[in-house]
């Protein structure tokens, strides 16, 4: 059991990416959306939480215009991964199995820091994922992967025959979707098969507000049964999408919540191709100790002034200022003299003024 739930984590970790969203919107997920939206993630970290009350309140809400908070649960545990987005599949473990022919591309997840779990066998079985992606019709759908595991690094191949649906597409609040699939999993001395039956429904729409952000989302509710030694067995999670389809929370019946922050590489560098908008990105890393980086763009020019603020309104630090030109642009904040909380940071460029917040965790 604990096995098939932490590969199934660990997929749904390797769908965080950068998204800039509106807020209180009823969204869909679109074909379209889900495919572009694979372009440029680079680093991505799961914050885990054990925290049984804080999870059952938030399975409880579920409907229209939901506020799901996470931001007062402790975070413990974090897994941190860079990813590569390739459409070669043939450049990496399982790249030649026929079984994944059919795929449209490959997400490799490369585990570099796993923190503030008590027991090793509780985070991530691998050293590295290599999961298998493609459309089927009007389905977003994954045919398995292979992980690298144990000292030697030995093979884990994961078959999901004909494979498993990650979404029905377009995919918006009161769609739901059923399928079966059969799961082999093979690796060092053993081979495991198990049947799925999967019942999904997209149950509630609103806001989702962690340390990382706040998003409109989609709220998706996934029932699975299988067998376990002669008894069927019925596992429930819920996870919250953007309109592009990532993964940016999830709850799992065990009542551990997490959430994903994420990187997209973003240059340091001005980048003088005609950015289209003004834009504040989340900081990154979030939560972060002691320093942090945040980007933000000019669609432009203006002057600028980047300031950060203690949540009294105390002002910490000027980050930027002076005329700048169009462009994307990276500053990075230490924060080592500072004590753990919430900060705010503040952009101001002519007219215009974004906030957001941030995490200090020391």
Known sequence: MKK????????????IFTHHINLHAQITVTQENLISAYDDITIGTQFIAFDE??????????????????????????????????????????????????????????????????????????????????????????????????????????????FRVDFELPATFGSAWSFDFEQEAIGPGFAETTD???????????????PAGTFSVLRIRTEETFDLGGTPFTSTEYTFVDESGIFLAMIDEANYVSYFGYETGTSTEPDQDAPVVFQLDQNYPNPFNPTTNITYTLNESSHVQLDVYSVNGQHIETLAQGSQAPGAYTVTFDAGSLSSGVYIYKLQAGAATEIRKMMLIK
Request: net charge negative; charged share 20%; no cysteine.
């Open 53 to 162: 009350a804080a999870g059952q309140a938030l399975i409880s809400q579920s409907g229209e215009n939901q506020v799901w908070d996470l931001t007062s649960i402790s975070f413990t545990a974090s897994i941190e991964s860079e990813y590569e987005i390739s459409e070669d599949i043939t450049g990496v473990p399982g790249g030649d199995d026929e079984h994944f022919e059919n795929a449209m591309m490959v997400m490799s997840n490369f585990i570099l820091e796993v923190n503030g779990f008590e027991d090793e066998e509780d985070g991530p079985p691998f050293s590295e994922l290599h999961t298998f992606l493609g459309i089927e019709d009007n389905l977003a759908v994954s045919y398995g992967g292979v992980g690298i595991i144990g000292p030697e690094g030995d093979e884990l191949r994961i078959y999901e025959r004909p």
């Open 196 to 210: 799925y039956q999967v019942s999904t429904e997209v149950d509630g729409y609103g806001e989702l507000i962690t």
């Open 4 to 15: 098939k739930l932490l590969f199934t984590a660990s997929l749904v970790l390797m769908l």
